[in-house]
């Protein structure tokens, strides 16, 4: 009997420390992507070895692009949280105390991390351990609209347009060209609004070479600002951005048709006609929803129906009787301005992408 009572306070000892001992056991998630550019700066800052060498922590590491078990973990573990889909991102920590759970979201943990454990093991899971904003560093929606509001104010888009209702206005009614202009409206709206939804989708495949990605289309975005500086200051070195001269006799031959079938073609030549014109800024945008893990629908339809807007005022103007020639001397005359604002934006969205 007393070997019996021994053994069971020994028993109940063991279990004691044990309990002690798991108190301040913590468990990290690592989730990260090949490609990865940020990911690949956690993985040589050594920061995941270091935490996985602290006593007391475990980790395990999930990849989410190509691993569908590790990518289903990740899905499991950010909706646990409570992170809506338009913000997920890696790298992606979770990391769980006795009693609660926290997560870092981004480079910020390679400052941070090893805080938040230590953190988490001292205070036992008692809810002090407060996650990073994962909304820090997201293109807010303001940005998003000043960057649409500039790119709009644009003399290609204006120019074809222009042309288009005074061709309309000589060879019909009113009425008609309003029509045409607002058809023709429509569809640039639709071609830039699935060429976004595509880039941005391509940007996201190729995961293996994302860094560079990103690299190419700063440098891009960069050197479109330069270039609208020099048609400003230097417009007679070197070519434009415009409209090439080549399409111009095509866009005119389809503008002489007045139908409706031709302004829809009309409004898919000039789309793609004017990307070196006006694609710069949104490539930019389209490169930063990437970077930021900030992308929603919503997003690239509020971008596109700013960037059609003063078409749509044009149109109505020019329908309620204001002079296409005016409007054609105004834009001629402001030129300058448009394309040194636009080049501004180009600039910083290029230091931002190569810089951050």
């Known amino acids: 009997m007393k070997k019996f009572n021994l053994l069971l306070v020994g028993l109940l000892v063991v279990l004691t420390l044990v309990s002690f001992a798991s108190a ?45 078990s590790g990518r289903e973990k990740y899905i499991e573990t950010v909706s646990g949280f409570g992170i809506s889909q338009y913000d997920w991102g890696v790298p992606f920590v979770a990391i769980e105390c006795e009693n609660d759970s926290t997560y870092i979201m981004g480079g910020s943990m390679i400052d941070s991390l090893e805080e938040k454990i230590v953190t988490c093991e001292q205070n036992g899971g008692d809810g002090n351990v407060s996650p990073i904003d994962p909304n820090a560093h997201k293109i807010t929606l303001w940005s ?80 479109l600002g330069l270039w609208q500086f020099k048609d400003v200051f230097f ?14 006799p095509l866009m005119e031959k389809i503008i002489r048709k007045g ?32 970077i930021n893990k900030t992308f929603a629908v919503s997003y690239l339809l509020i971008y596109n129906l700013i960037f059609v807007l003063p078409l749509v005022i044009l149109t109505f103007l020019i329908y309620r009787g204001m002079s296409p020639r005016v409007l054609q001397k105004w834009t001629q005359g402001e030129r300058k301005w448009m394309k040194l604002g636009a080049g501004v934006v180009l600039v910083l969205l290029g230091l931002y992408i190569l810089l951050f």
């Open 235 to 248: 417009p007679k070195i070197g070519p434009t951005l415009q409209i090439s001269s080549k399409a111009k």
């Open 24 to 68: 301040g056991d913590v468990s990290v998630n690592y989730f990260y992507g090949e490609g990865c550019h940020v990911c690949a700066a956690v993985a040589e800052s050594g920061l995941i070895d270091r935490v996985d060498g602290l006593e007391g922590v475990s980790v395990e590491k999930f990849e989410v692009y190509h691993d569908d």
């Open 144 to 223: 998003l609209i000043v960057a649409a509001l500039i790119d709009s104010i644009n003399p290609c888009a204006f120019g074809v347009l222009i042309f288009l209702m005074l061709s309309l206005l000589n060879m019909g009614s009113a009425k008609r060209a309003l029509r045409a202009g607002l058809l023709y409206t429509f569809v640039v709206f639709v071609v830039y609004f699935f060429a976004g939804f595509g880039i941005f989708s391509a940007i996201q495949q190729f995961t293996s070479v994302t860094y560079y990605i990103y690299m190419f289309s700063g440098v891009l975005v960069l050197v």
């Open 259 to 290: 139908t409706l079938p031709a302004m829809v073609l009309l409004g898919i030549v000039v789309s793609l006609f004017e990307l070196p014109c006006t694609g710069g800024i949104y490539l930019g945008i389209l490169t930063m929803m990437s």
